[in-house]
């Protein structure tokens, strides 16, 4: 069981920066982490994902906003997120996975608002 903890969300104005964290237990380098995000009533959307190998991908509407990153020596992934927008406000999650398997953190809340 791999157990995902996210940190670093808050509130912050449009325009703004956060950095999430998602921090594990488990060494994470040979998951596919993924960060997405989830408005209540909603399906979750992609926001960047990080392959084992490097490869990295970004959803749309995030696209040069955003950047993930890996720290396997602290078993996190991060989410850089820059000059963000009041659409930007979601719960972010995330997603671990491996070999079929996949795990989920409890997310965190960014509202971007003035």
């Known amino acids: 069981q791999v157990q995902l903890v996210e940190s670093g969300g808050g509130l912050v104005q449009p325009g703004g920066s956060l950095r999430l964290s998602c921090t594990s237990a488990?060494?994470?380098?040979?998951?596919?982490m993924k960060w997405y995000r989830q408005l209540p009533g909603e399906q979750r959307e992609l926001v960047a994902g990080?392959?084992?190998?490097?490869?990295?991908d970004y959803g749309y509407s995030v696209k040069g906003r955003v950047t993930i990153s890996r720290d396997p020596t602290k078993k996190t992934v991060y989410l850089q997120m820059n000059n963000l927008k009041p659409e930007d406000s979601a719960t972010y999650y995330c997603?671990?996975?491996?070999?079929?398997?996949?795990?989920w953190g409890g997310g965190t809340l960014v509202t971007v608002s003035s």
């Open positions: 990080s392959g084992s190998g490097g490869s990295t």
């Open positions: 997603n671990a996975v491996l070999g079929g398997f996949s795990y």
């Open positions: 488990t060494d994470l380098s040979f998951y596919t």
